[in-house]
């Protein structure tokens, strides 16, 4: 959130004469315009003034890379702002429509706390509503009128399919959320398309988006030459013409293109007033005072900008050097979440071992029905158990600000004395290691259950991931803290171990190693070392036990030492990696389907952090087909064997037997 200052309301002041700038510029009308008929806001109000400052900014570090969101004010007068360009656009290209944009919505959505602009090269959008991060897969279009014949149909629509599903998964996995590209359909004739989405969304989100719009497109434009099909999120475009206009420094390589002009969809571009010769007009003077007083407005805008982004980057650090002054203000805002020791002791009777759930690293978890019926699991933290009170306001302030279908919803928490208890959602069907490891409880997850649990373990890693402004590592990814809804739907808990970090960090290092055996990465079972890479690794032994229905430290007689990992690797190698499959499942899955998740856990175990995949990667894996899948290389702890003298078989794990004798105050699975 912003804090006016002396500073930035300067940004107020100088706003009318920057909007003076539009008389030189003819906007070009929106390809989609929303302005709220609901919520609208107040001459000199302080919506009004936050808004004002929300716009230049928007322009100011819109313009630099072709994204920028942010949020200004606090409640009820927050505003929330978002600018985006075409990716394929110079910068200069992408000021002029983001200029035209800030200018025009003033008029277009006069006092209103909700507007939308969508232009052919850029989108503004801004909402006294968080928006950020949802996606919108209500599917709009402009098409040509141009129709393929129907001799071509089956061949332009098949590589147009192949084009934008491959451009699709690559834009998702990008940062710039954006890729372009173009196939051959006849001689002398390509496909020309390209993909987009908001930097906002998820690779997940992205990448759902883009299909949503690419599954519209054959019910709604069939045979058609080229089309936009848009929503307020993503983008896809295609022609069989050249249409992207590369060029030096822009998103993507330079490409030079001279477009013939679309009837159904305008090509976006700005127009300038016709020059007016002041030859005997009488219109020196004005061109005169123009010409000095815009350059000099344009600068002293600028100063301002760069006065006000100075003082917010100071203020920042100061919280970045201060993370406990954060801490104690979040804590304060937690007092609607508290919980009296009274009523938990109440709701659990007393915390009796008949409401036991079980038990993990850091307490016992209780059942307890609160006195509206409510259904609730409160886990006690030991007193013994090493976390303090920073460690539990870590957890108490991410699982209250991460909300997510597959993670675990946090309800409150209570302090009372060296009482420290979480309060969370009650599921019912316990956690997944109760089913999967169960000899009789297994039968009830046929393949299709197990696929879909499989799929919410890998969108709640995702999510702690990449989906929120800071990176969150588990660190304890296991079956016995994966919990089951009523629907059996994943949902991930105990982040206990979870650590903090800033946007731009990957990695870490700590000598506190804590976490669970045959799911712990190596990097971080021996040196400490923990990244996202690490939950990978911890996904891809869960997702190998799902689909064995075994446990990681299992022993097979396939040779010493040989674990899940182990045997799962060799099966693969031989040829023979369905025979790793749940004999419990009998014929009654895909093998294809099978096939490529133990592929993916192979590749998510393997040695070299390097070479496993991101979640977003996984996600997408998962969700498409069409992706082509690496070849794995051999999993950590990998069991080698070799003979001596005697003939005797000897194993070099080194890597095993240094975990099993350096690790300390490691849990050990059941």
């Known amino acids: 959130m912003y804090v006016l200052s002396s500073t930035s309301k300067y940004l107020i002041i100088l706003l009318p004469s920057f909007l003076l700038l539009h008389i030189h510029v003819q906007a070009e009308d929106p390809i989609l315009q929303q302005c709220s008929n609901i919520a609208n806001y107040t001459s000199n109000s302080q919506f009004e003034t936050n808004l004002n400052l929300l716009l230049p900014s928007l322009l100011s570090n819109g313009t630099r890379d072709g994204f920028f969101n942010t949020s200004i004010g606090t409640a009820p007068d927050i505003v929330y702002g978002l600018v985006s360009c075409r990716g394929d656009l110079s910068m200069e290209q992408c000021r002029t429509c983001l200029y035209n944009a800030t200018v025009e919505v003033f008029q277009r959505c006069p006092n209103r706390k909700e507007a939308l602009l969508l232009y052919g090269n850029c989108i503004l959008r ?122 030096p420094q822009s998103f993507s390589p330079p490409f030079e293109a001279s477009p013939p002009q679309s009837k159904a969809i305008p090509s976006p571009r700005v127009e300038t007033s016709p020059t007016q010769s002041n030859i005997g007009t009488g219109k020196g003077k004005p061109t005169n005072v123009v010409t000095i007083v815009v350059p000099t407005i344009c600068l002293l805008l600028l100063l301002a900008i760069s006065a006000y982004s100075t003082h ?58 609160l006195l509206d019926a409510t259904e609730i699991a409160v886990k006690r933290l030991s007193k013994h158990s090493g976390q303090g009170s920073q460690e539990f306001k870590n957890e108490v302030l991410l699982l209250h600000k991460l909300q997510h279908r597959n993670l675990v919803r946090l309800l409150g928490f209570c302090l009372s004395g060296k009482e420290k208890l979480l309060i969370y959602e009650y599921l019912p069907n316990t956690s997944l290691d109760k089913y999967i490891f169960d ?77 669970t055996l045959g799911y712990m990465a190596p990097e971080y079972a021996l040196h400490g070392l923990f990244s996202v890479k690490s939950d990978v690794f911890s996904f891809g032994v869960l997702l190998l036990e799902i689909i064995s229905g075994k446990k990681s430290n299992d022993i097979y007689e396939s040779g010493p030492s040989w674990n899940l990992l182990n045997y799962a690797w060799k099966l693969w190698r031989e040829g023979n990696a369905l025979e790793l499959v749940d004999p419990i499942l009998t014929d009654n899955f895909s093998a294809h389907e099978v096939m490529r998740c133990i592929q993916m856990g192979l590749l998510c175990v393997q040695d070299n952090l390097q070479d496993r995949p991101t979640m977003s990667t996984v996600v997408m894996m998962l969700n498409s087909y069409s992706i082509i899948l690496e070849s794995p290389l051999a999993p950590a702890y990998n069991a080698v064997t070799r003979t001596d003298a005697s003939g005797e078989m000897l194993s070099n794990n080194s890597a095993s037997k240094a975990l099993l004798c350096s690790v300390e105050g490691v849990s050990f699975p059941r």
């Open 312 to 369: 917010w980057i100071v203020r920042r650090n100061k919280r970045k050097r201060n993370p406990e002054i954060n801490c104690e203000d979040d804590m304060a805002n937690e007092q609607s979440l508290h919980f009296n020791l009274s009523a938990l002791k109440t709701a659990t009777k007393d915390f009796s071992d008949a409401n036991k759930l079980g038990e993990g690293g850091f307490g016992a978890v209780y059942k307890g029905k």
């Open 126 to 247: 801004y909402s006294n509503n968080h928006f950020f991060s949802k996606v919108d897969t209500n599917p709009r279009a402009l098409y040509n009128t141009g129709k393929v014949s129907e001799t071509d149909a089956a061949h332009f629509n098949q590589q147009l399919s192949n084009l934008l599903n491959n451009l699709s998964a690559t834009a998702a996995s990008r940062p710039s959320k954006f890729d372009s590209g173009r196939t051959d359909y006849i001689p002398f004739t390509k496909i020309e398309s390209l993909v987009q989405c908001t930097r906002d969304l998820s690779a997940t989100n992205c990448y759902s988006c883009l299909q949503s719009l690419i599954t519209f497109i054959p019910s709604c434009c069939d045979r058609n030459q080229g089309g936009l099909f848009y929503t307020t999120t993503c983008t896809v475009r295609f022609e069989i013409y050249p249409f992207l206009q590369f060029q």
């Open 439 to 515: 000899p009789m409880k297994k039968a009830y997850l046929n393949w299709e259950m197990r696929y879909k649990i499989i799929e919410g373990i890998a969108r709640g890693i995702l999510y702690l991931h990449e989906d929120s402004r800071v990176k969150i590592i588990h660190r304890d990814l296991k079956a016995g803290n994966v919990l089951l809804d009523g629907e059996m739907n994943a949902k991930i808990a105990d982040f206990g171990l979870a650590k903090l970090f800033g946007v731009d960090q990957s990695q870490g290092n700590t000598r506190r190693i804590a976490g």
